[in-house]
Each structure stands twice: as structure tokens, then as C-alpha cells.
T-cell receptor, first 114, second 110 residues
């Protein structure tokens, strides 16, 4: 069964802390994504990565950075966490093939910044 | 990115069919129509996708309008476990970024 694993389901951090959210997929997928989900705002794309060491900004990249040193791992970094980054963070991956390119999501990481 | 428009919420009775609409009037020729659903406290999961023809799988059916500017996800017999947020998105064959809208919250009443 294909899997996208997010390292932490729940995190509590303090304002100004550096936060790492890790995502690992075991499907050899080229593309990986980070979304955040807030009530009433749906899923918003933060960053995505076409392949190793390749990244592109999504719709709301401010305050975030990403790292993709290995194909299976895509990390989301909050350099200095703020309370408005309290949210549910969702990672997804996708194989690039001719056709539909279906996304597989992780279970999510709920981050609270105090 | 081409956008999709869905109703915010819909209700259904258990064991009745449910038709969830989606408008995508700016769809391009290379865009697939995808549907995902998100159960409470979980990440979204894939439901079905199509390009031009109607599609069936074990979870649902997808009806695509002839001009491809709208589609409908059909759950043939809703169960309480189908209560979720349903997202309709467009995914290009060149595999660019995938943008989600707000989705439709489906409530299933016993």
C-alpha cells in the first residue's frame, strides 16, 4: 500500500522557534507538495517540488521554506514560527506519468504556535 | 490555474444517491478532472478522475458534461461514512501545481 508519512501528527511550538515538518513517501514519486488547511479557507498550496533539489512557490509561500535533498523526503521549514502559522499542514506526493497524476496525501500535522 | 466552483454544503439521506456538482468553465484541453474527499481528521483521499468520458469505480461515478465545463460526482447509495468534504480539482497532464478550492461539505442523515 502506497504511503505518505508525516513525522508528527501534533506539535506545539513557541513564537520565534524554528520548526521542521517532515514528509516521507515510499512510492518513488517525483512531485511533492505542502499545503496548509484552515477553517473556511480550504487547502492552500505553500510549496511544491518537481523533483530532487527542485522547488517552486505555491500560493502562500511567505514565512516558509522547503528542502528536498532526497527524492523520498520533503521538509517544510518555519524559520521563525508565528501564531498565524497555527494550522493543519498536509503533505502530498504524485508520480509524473502520462495521464492523470493522482495525489496521495499524508494524514496531516497539526501545528499550534503559542 | 483553471479554477473550480462547488457548492459549500449539501445534505443527503442515508442510502439515497448523491450528486455533487462542480463547475470548471476555464478548463483546458489537457486538464483532467479529479475528485478527492477528506474525512474528519484525515488527509484527502483520491476518489475518481476523468478526462472526457464518464467513469465508474468502486467508490463513485463521474459524469462529465460534453463541453467539459462541468462535472458531477455521483455516490449511488450514500452511507454515514461518506460524510466528508469533497474537492473537485483540475490536474494538467504536464503535472503542474494542483490547486484546491473550498470543496463541498456533505452531510448524510440517517
Amino acid at each position: 500500500d502506497v504511503k505518505v508519512t508525516q513525522s508528527s501528527r501534533y506539535l506545539v511550538k513557541r513564537t520565534g522557534e524554528k520548526v521542521f515538518l517532515e514528509c516521507v513517501q515510499d512510492m518513488d514519486h517525483e512531485n511533492m507538495f505542502w499545503y496548509r488547511q484552515d477553517p473556511g479557507l480550504g487547502l492552500r498550496l505553500i510549496y511544491f517540488s518537481y523533483d530532487v533539489k527542485m522547488k517552486e512557490k505555491g500560493d502562500i509561500p511567505e514565512g516558509y521554506s522547503v528542502s528536498r535533498e532526497k527524492k523520498e523526503r520533503f521538509s517544510l521549514i518555519l524559520e521563525s514560527a508565528s501564531t498565524n502559522q497555527t494550522s493543519m499542514y498536509l503533505c502530498a506526493s504524485r508520480r509524473v506519468a502520462s495521464g492523470a497524476n493522482v495525489l496521495t496525501f499524508g494524514a496531516g500535522s497539526r501545528l499550534t504556535v503559542l | 490555474d483553471a479554477k473550480t466552483t462547488q457548492p459549500n454544503s449539501m445534505e443527503s439521506n442515508e442510502e439515497e444517491p448523491v450528486h455533487l456538482p462542480c463547475n470548471h468553465s476555464t478548463i483546458s484541453g489537457t486538464d483532467y478532472i479529479h475528485w478527492y474527499r477528506q474525512l474528519p481528521s484525515q488527509g484527502p483521499e483520491y476518489v475518481i478522475h476523468g478526462l472526457t468520458s464518464n467513469v465508474n469505480n468502486r467508490m463513485a461515478s463521474l459524469a462529465i458534461a460534453e463541453d467539459r465545463k462541468s462535472s458531477t460526482l455521483i455516490l449511488h447509495r450514500a452511507t454515514l461514512r461518506d460524510a466528508a468534504v469533497y474537492y473537485c480539482i483540475l490536474s494538467s497532464t504536464n503535472a503542474g501545481k494542483s490547486t484546491f478550492g473550498d470543496g463541498t461539505t456533505l452531510t448524510v442523515k440517517p
